[in-house]
């Protein structure tokens, strides 16, 4: 008798397990449209602007961030970018489960990648990362905001 109470006591045991916790409490305040204003976009305008080059009559002038608070509001964009992508899986802002998270993990691959290059203080590699980001984005823009903007879109 005694195995057979240890035996159901491991089995009551493990089957409480394998029950993830619930979920926290979140309550989303933006809508993605407000996100993408607010949030996204002004965070990914500091990191794309924060290297490049202007021509002009007098040549070819490069910019890039001088000073350590300069890289950290780089670095600082470029976390702000990839920690909306996770804001952008989250119901009720999520679109479906299929290209829109495939593209925000996209997203949130290529910020990773800008955190890095930012930290690392490389002005190549925050061009380029850039430059993938930037790639991310328009995809999903290319499929999500066309569709806002139609008529009777929601």
């Not at 593209?103 to 800008?114: H, P, S």
Request: glycine content about 6%; overall charge negative.
């Amino acid at each position: 008798m005694r195995p057979t109470l240890s035996l159901l006591f491991v089995l009551l045991l493990a089957n409480g397990c394998d029950k993830p916790p619930a979920p926290p409490p979140y309550q989303p305040v933006a809508d993605v449209k407000r996100l993408m204003a607010q949030v996204l976009e002004p965070s990914a305008d500091v990191y794309w602007d924060a290297v490049g080059s202007i021509e002009d009559s007098t040549g070819t002038h490069y910019t890039s961030p001088r000073t350590a608070e300069a890289w950290d509001a780089v670095r600082n964009g470029a976390l702000m970018v990839t920690e909306a992508g996770n804001l952008l899986l989250m119901p009720p802002r999520a679109r479906d489960t299929g290209e829109w998270t495939t593209l925000t993990l996209a997203m949130i691959d290529a910020g990773r990648k800008a955190i890095d290059a930012a930290e690392a203080r490389d002005t190549v590699a925050v061009f380029n990362a850039g430059a993938v980001l930037y790639d991310t984005c328009t995809a999903c823009h290319a499929k999500y905001a066309v569709e806002q903007m139609r008529p009777n879109a929601k």
